[in-house]
């Protein structure tokens, strides 16, 4: 009897163990997380003059590029809940640095994505047997754009980005792949090329705004991905990444600007095994104006079911300062 109970107690304590280990990497998982944020809010003390050159007003969208480059830095989080299996939730943030080269027409820019996982699995395509926490850093991307067109109702901007491979391939990085929208950011081993074009259009409080991407993904016989998608092993594969955003911003009698936004993005394999079409249906809001700009919105996943069978919805929020242009 005395055996039994002391048995009992060690797995009592186990359990209890257990449960401090995985409280602790959600609290290592949540500061992550927050860390930049609570960087940038003290930033907010800094005084600048917004500037932005002659042309149609496009109020930035939370997915798609921006036609005019700026100088400044952009921060977001999401909070994607998941369908069960896996379970869990997804987080994904990216933190994003611009440079103004010329008049807003011409700039450079740095992406740093990250994806985490809270309490993830069991699921057999992740070959899980219990639930996991992880946080991934994913590829870097460098990129730069150019107005190749601008006029007072409309601007046209082509630009170049490369998606270097500098993502790890455990679980954050595999559940963010799943999720799609981001599937370049967070492949391994792979080099990713981007040529994009960007319409901008508007008139008075109402703007549209156009993209189209080709993701050309070298080395792709290098990807490791999980089986929920099967790239082939092609040396190269194909992505079109297209969408579009509809804004309103009423002259609402308000110290700063409101912009109520409606996002549609697409991304449509086309050299993949299995090939599928994503997507993703945004609403948001974003208040600010040209030196601090906050939007939240949420991300409804549409199709495919390659998508819709793993993630329900995506709640976010992004962050955008300026610094003199």
């Known amino acids: 009897?005395?055996?039994?109970?002391?048995?009992?107690?060690?797995?009592?304590?186990?359990?209890?163990?257990?449960?401090?280990?995985?409280?602790?990497?959600?609290?290592?998982?949540?500061?992550?997380?927050?860390?930049?944020?609570?960087?940038?809010?003290?930033?907010?003390?800094?005084?600048?003059?917004?500037?932005?050159?002659?042309?149609?007003?496009?109020?930035?969208?939370?997915?798609?590029?921006?036609?005019?480059?700026?100088?400044?830095?952009?921060?977001?989080?999401?909070?994607?809940?998941?369908?069960?299996?896996?379970?869990?939730?997804?987080?994904?943030?990216?933190?994003?640095?611009?440079?103004?080269?010329?008049?807003?027409?011409?700039?450079?820019?740095?992406?740093?994505?990250?994806?985490?996982?809270?309490?993830?699995?069991?699921?057999?395509?992740?070959?899980?047997?219990?639930?996991?926490?992880?946080?991934?850093?994913?590829n870097i991307g460098i990129g730069?754009?150019?107005?190749?067109?601008?006029?007072?109702?409309?601007?046209?901007?082509?630009?170049?980005?490369?998606?270097?491979?500098?993502?790890?391939?455990?679980?954050?990085?595999?559940?963010?792949?799943?999720?799609?929208r981001d599937f370049v950011y967070f492949i391994d081993e792979a080099i990713t090329l981007d040529p994009y074009l960007v319409l901008g259009v508007g008139s008075g409080m109402f703007a549209l705004q156009g993209n189209l991407d080709f993701d050309i993904i070298t080395n792709a016989d290098k990807i490791d991905t999980i089986g929920i998608i099967n790239t082939g092993g092609d040396d190269i594969e194909l992505i079109i990444e297209y969408g579009g955003t509809a804004s309103i911003t009423p002259p609402l009698n308000l110290p700063f600007s409101t912009t109520i936004l409606v996002e549609v993005l697409a991304e449509s394999t086309t050299t993949f095994d299995d090939n599928f079409t994503a997507v993703y249906v945004t609403p948001g809001l974003r208040f600010g104006g040209q030196i601090v700009s906050v939007g939240a919105g949420v991300q409804i996943p549409v199709a495919d079911n390659e998508v819709t069978d793993f993630a329900n919805v995506d709640f976010l929020f992004d962050l955008i300062i300026r610094f003199g242009s």
């Not at 997380?33 to 007003?57: K, Y």
């Not at 005019?68 to 997804?90: I, K, W």
């Not at 740093?112 to 992740?126: K, N, T």
Request: net charge negative; with cysteine; hydrophobic share 45%.
């Open 1 to 138: 009897m005395i055996k039994s109970n002391a048995q009992g107690e060690s797995f009592i304590n186990s359990i209890r163990r257990y449960g401090r280990m995985q409280a602790h990497k959600r609290g290592i998982l949540y500061f992550k997380t927050a860390v930049v944020f609570l960087v940038v809010l003290t930033v907010f003390c800094i005084s600048a003059n917004g500037v932005r050159a002659a042309g149609p007003m496009i109020p930035n969208s939370f997915f798609l590029e921006n036609p005019y480059s700026y100088t400044g830095f952009r921060a977001n989080v999401e909070v994607v809940d998941l369908d069960d299996p896996p379970g869990g939730v997804l987080i994904m943030n990216q933190y994003r640095v611009d440079i103004n080269i010329f008049n807003n027409f011409f700039g450079l820019y740095a992406k740093f994505p990250f994806a985490g996982v809270i309490d993830f699995g069991p699921d057999s395509e992740f070959n899980l047997t219990e639930k996991q926490d992880d946080y991934d850093f994913g």
């Open 144 to 180: 730069g754009k150019f107005a190749l067109l601008n006029l007072d109702y409309l601007i046209l901007t082509a630009g170049f980005e490369v998606i270097l491979p500098t993502a790890s391939d455990d679980l954050g990085a595999q559940a963010a792949q799943a999720y799609f």
